[in-house]
Structures are given as structure tokens and as C-alpha cells.
């Protein structure tokens, strides 16, 4: 089965924010991946609600909110409202996430879980059961445009023996460094989602690089 391709749009051009969504979408996109961070719980500051307002009614993929902030748990009823069809919360920034899972799912989107490169996977097995996706990044969070780290290749494939093992229904997303050359290795360890930024939009023709990474093979 083809990956799905998630590109990541804290690598577009904002100026042109529209047709780069047209772009991506035409080339065969399955979501679009928006990373809200607050300047707290990573070093940088990107975008909130208003940004996902904004676009929801371009595009009808769904739209993923990666929420690199601190107590997400007060503003999930505000990126729901604003399109949000997805919403990852970090497990550092909530050490007992049941809770905020719950709610997003009562909210009326998926919810998922990302853990940090350095974070072990054992911290996120209680929530596996209650959610759509696992995201692992392969960068530290923060800045795109970093290069993949090959360490946590192992987690990777930690995560889909645990998954298949037990038989749960969800998504192995990576985020961090995914290009054309490292996306046959995450395939090959377990990943289902590929969440590419800089090697989507810093290309002159983003939908032939979507189409490439959906036929990329295990390697």
C-alpha cells in the first residue's frame, strides 16, 4: 500500500498560501499538515486558528493540527471550531493525555500523539488504543527544513510491531527531514504517513514530489 502524503505547510509560501494548497492538492495530497507552535514548548512561533479559519474553505482535505504548545487542552475547542479535522497534542506537554484525547474526540476530530525523537515509545502505549495517529519525529521540533535523524529509525519499528501486535487502528506518521531519500527507509521501518515540508514546497513542481513519495518503496 502507497504512503500518504502529508505536506507540511510551515514550508509554504504565505504570500501565495491558496495555490500552494491547489498545488499540493491536484498533485494528490491526502491532508495537510498545519504545526502551530507557541514559543514555549519548541523555540519558534508559527500560526493558530485564524490561519486554519482561513484556509478551511480551500481545500477539502482534511486539515491536521500538530499543537506543539503548552495545556493544549484550553485551546481545542478553538482549532475545532476554526476546521481542525485532526489534532496531535505532544505526550511531553501532557503527561496524562487520556483526558485531553477524550476530549478531542468528543470535540468531533481524530486525535493523535507525538512523541520527540529522544522520547521513549513506551511513555505513549497507553494512549494507542484511543487514537487515529502516532507521530514520531524524526527532527527536534522547532524549524523545518532539518535533517532526518537516522536514530530513531529503531522507534519506528518499535511502534508498528507494537501496533500490529495488538492490533490497533492507527496511522505511523514521521515528521522531520522526509525526502526522496529518506522516505523508503521510515516506509520500510513501519510508516504509513509521510509529513514533508521543505521537500514538497522548495520544489519547483510540489505535485510530481507528492507523486514520487506515494510510489516510494521499502528500502
Do not use: W
Amino acid at each position: 500500500m502507497n504512503p500518504l502524503i502529508a505536506p507540511s505547510l510551515l514550508s509554504a509560501d504565505f504570500s501565495c498560501l491558496r495555490e500552494d494548497i491547489r498545488r499540493v492538492e491536484e498533485g494528490g495530497a491526502d491532508l495537510l499538515h498545519l504545526d502551530v507552535m507557541d514559543g514555549c514548548f519548541v523555540p519558534n512561533i508559527t500560526f493558530g486558528p485564524p490561519l486554519i479559519r482561513s484556509i478551511r474553505p480551500h481545500t477539502r482535505l482534511l486539515l491536521e493540527a500538530h499543537l506543539m504548545i503548552n495545556d493544549p487542552a484550553k485551546f481545542l475547542e478553538a482549532f475545532v471550531a476554526a476546521g481542525a479535522d485532526r489534532i496531535i497534542i505532544h505526550a511531553e506537554a501532557v503527561p496524562q493525555a487520556l483526558a485531553v484525547l477524550a476530549k478531542i474526540r468528543e470535540l468531533g476530530a481524530q486525535a493523535g500523539v507525538s512523541i520527540k525523537p529522544k522520547t521513549p515509545l513506551a511513555s505513549v502505549e497507553p494512549y494507542l488504543p484511543v487514537v487515529q495517529t502516532l507521530l514520531i519525529m524524526t527532527v527536534e521540533p522547532g524549524f523545518g527544513g532539518q535533517a532526518f535523524l537516522p536514530e530513531t529509525l529503531p522507534k519506528i519499528e518499535a511502534a508498528r510491531a507494537l501496533i500490529d501486535r495488538h492490533g490497533y487502528q492507527l496511522d505511523i506518521a514521521v515528521d522531520g527531514g522526509i525526502n526522496l531519500e529518506t522516505a523508503p527507509r521510515v516506509i520500510a521501518a513501519g510508516a504509513n504517513v509521510l509529513i514533508a515540508g521543505n521537500a514538497v514546497f522548495g520544489q519547483p513542481d510540489p505535485a510530481a514530489v507528492i507523486r514520487q513519495l506515494k510510489n516510494a518503496k521499502p528500502a
